[in-house]
């Protein structure tokens, strides 16, 4: 198994999948460094921002609030473990996985605990499983998966539980609740829906499988449109089930991987085939490509938007921009980590070195070129202006319009 998930990462990767309602103006030409806010660790969460702060976690268990104008510290917040999720805000509260199998309410002023939900277990699957369930709030319950297999709705004010549903696998897929239903998928191989307010079972998919991953592991995010979900699994599927019953409209099989990244954004899917390198626009309704665009390197993350472009991270510590409707490139931000760190690991046209099996040889090399390229595992934020993004070498990006 180990040298099946070294080869995929060297061929592509996994990824998290989720919603983008974001419209902002667009960053037609390259930007430049606003601020950093430079960690001695590894961020695969996500920043949010709510007002005036920035909110993100990172591997080294500390949670920060960051000034959006000057990118300075207001708080912090420490939990037992590594922070692998996205938190979530909600009026004058931030909610929060905080990797040690507790589920955190802040104050998002000043950091100040509100509650804490204390789950079965933060452990993870292998090492390809890069992210925790974020939680998320609907109608005042929040919903979030844990690694001791249940998926829980939590009381959002109080803190506590309403219900949990247990499955047969860790739950670190983040759920998408729309009509009454939540949404989420296990590493047992199943997709679920559930009813929000009882958690009872209203259906369940099988994947199906494929011989490296016979249980069809389900480590992408559902997304919601219309009457489908939609979300990738590790048997090599992006799936389009119906809301209501959960029978299969179509699935998309890549040939070389996962295909775990898919953002909708107004009508069009947005599927990353990390494993393929390819980033493609398709119609949710019966899965037709508008279009496909080979990427150079892997894609974990989702999409964000502003009006005609849309912004994507990959994992060499690059950060791109598109035409959301043609899929023309525009142009690439690059780290510094990467600039550094290139030629250790590539050619001078980004394709992989002839001895690179010689130099990575184990999953504990392949987290370490992670870190050293600055990869790019977040998915962008458009807010004020401003377009932000984390990084594996432990850095916050603010990027603005160049002068």
């Known amino acids: 198994m180990k040298s099946i998930l070294l080869s995929l990462w060297l061929l592509g990767g996994t990824g998290a999948l989720a919603q983008s309602t974001t419209i902002a103006a667009d960053f037609t030409s390259k930007p ?97 499983d890069y992210y925790d369930s974020s939680p998320v709030v609907v109608d005042g319950l929040l919903y979030a998966g844990s690694s001791d297999f249940n998926l829980y709705a939590i009381d959002a004010i109080n803190g506590s539980e309403v219900w949990h549903y247990p499955t047969e696998g860790m739950v670190h897929t983040t759920p998408a609740v729309a009509d009454g239903s939540v949404y989420f998928g296990s590493f047992d191989g199943y997709v679920y829906a559930l009813d929000v307010r009882t958690g009872f079972l209203k259906w369940k998919f099988k994947t199906v499988g494929h011989r490296f991953f016979p249980k069809g592991e389900v480590q992408g995010s559902p997304a919601v449109i219309d009457h489908l979900v939609i979300l990738g699994a590790r048997d090599y599927n992006v799936y389009a089930l119906d809301l209501e019953q959960g029978y299969c409209h179509w699935n998309k099989a890549f040939q070389k991987g996962w295909g775990l990244s898919n953002t909708m954004y107004k009508d069009t899917l947005y599927i990353a085939g990390a494993d393929e390198r390819m980033l493609m626009s398709v119609l949710p309704q019966s899965g ?61 046209d980004d394709s992989y070195r002839d001895d690179i099996y010689s130099i990575i040889k184990s999953n504990e090399q392949f987290l370490e070129v992670e870190c050293e390229l600055g990869g790019v595992f977040s998915t962008p934020v458009l807010a004020n202006d401003y377009l932000l993004f984390s990084s594996t070498n432990g850095k916050l990006y603010c990027l603005e319009k160049g002068q």
């Open 32 to 128: 430049q460094v606003r601020w950093l806010f430079t960690t001695s660790s590894l961020f695969y969460g996500s920043p949010v921002v709510s007002g005036d702060l920035v909110y993100i976690g990172g591997l080294d268990s500390l949670f920060h609030a960051i000034q959006l104008q000057t990118g300075k510290e207001v708080w912090q917040f420490k939990t037992g473990a590594g922070i692998r999720s996205t938190a979530t805000v909600v009026d004058e509260l931030v909610y929060l996985n905080g990797g040690d199998g507790n589920i955190y309410c802040l104050d998002r002023h000043d950091g100040a605990l509100e509650w804490v939900f204390q789950t079965g277990s933060n452990e993870r699957y292998d090492f390809a």
């Open 288 to 348: 037709f490509e508008c279009w496909k665009q080979p990427m150079e390197f892997l894609i974990f993350g989702n999409l964000a938007f502003s009006k005609k472009l849309l912004y994507v991270g990959t994992t060499n510590g690059k950060l791109h921009a598109y035409d959301r409707m043609t899929g023309e490139p525009l142009w690439q931000f690059v780290t510094e980590d990467y600039e550094e760190h290139k030629l250790d690991y590539f050619k001078e």
